[in-house]
């Protein structure tokens, strides 16, 4: 079992930035790739960004890249998300989520994840 916890969430003007966090604990960290997905009323989970468990990959969402920086940090067993450039649009609830090894960008190939955190971003 892996248990996700995300901090970090908040309220930003548009054109600022946000770190978002995620610590795991449950298994040794360095087995996992973790992935953001972001959730908005109304709409979908989405796909924003993913790290393979060896922190030598990464990918992103289309709208985010340029913008957003994932990395992991294996001494602390926790990945980081830094949004910059922030648009309205970035509006939702973040949720980490982890899987062994290769990251994926459809959410139905993770088996666990966190409880999710807000960012509201402001016009």
């Known amino acids: 079992q892996v248990h996700l916890v995300e901090s970090g969430g908040g309220l930003v003007q548009a054109g600022g930035s946000l770190r978002v966090s995620c610590a795991a604990s449950?298994?040794?960290?360095?087995?996992?790739?973790i992935a953001w997905f972001r959730q908005s009323p109304g709409k979908g989970r989405e796909f924003v960004a993913a790290?393979?468990?060896?922190?030598?990959?990464?990918s992103y969402t289309e709208s985010v890249k340029g913008r957003f920086t994932i990395s992991r940090d294996d001494a602390k067993s926790t990945v980081y998300l830094q949004m910059d450039s922030l648009k309205p649009e970035d509006t939702a609830v973040y949720y980490c989520?982890?899987?062994?090894?290769?990251?994926?960008?459809?959410?139905?190939?993770?088996?666990?994840w966190g409880q999710g955190t807000q960012v509201t971003v402001s016009s």
């Open positions: 449950g298994r040794t960290f360095d087995m996992l790739a």
């Open positions: 790290i393979n468990s060896d922190g030598r990959k990464t």
């Open positions: 989520a982890a899987r062994n090894y290769f990251a994926h960008t459809t959410d139905s190939n993770y088996p666990f």
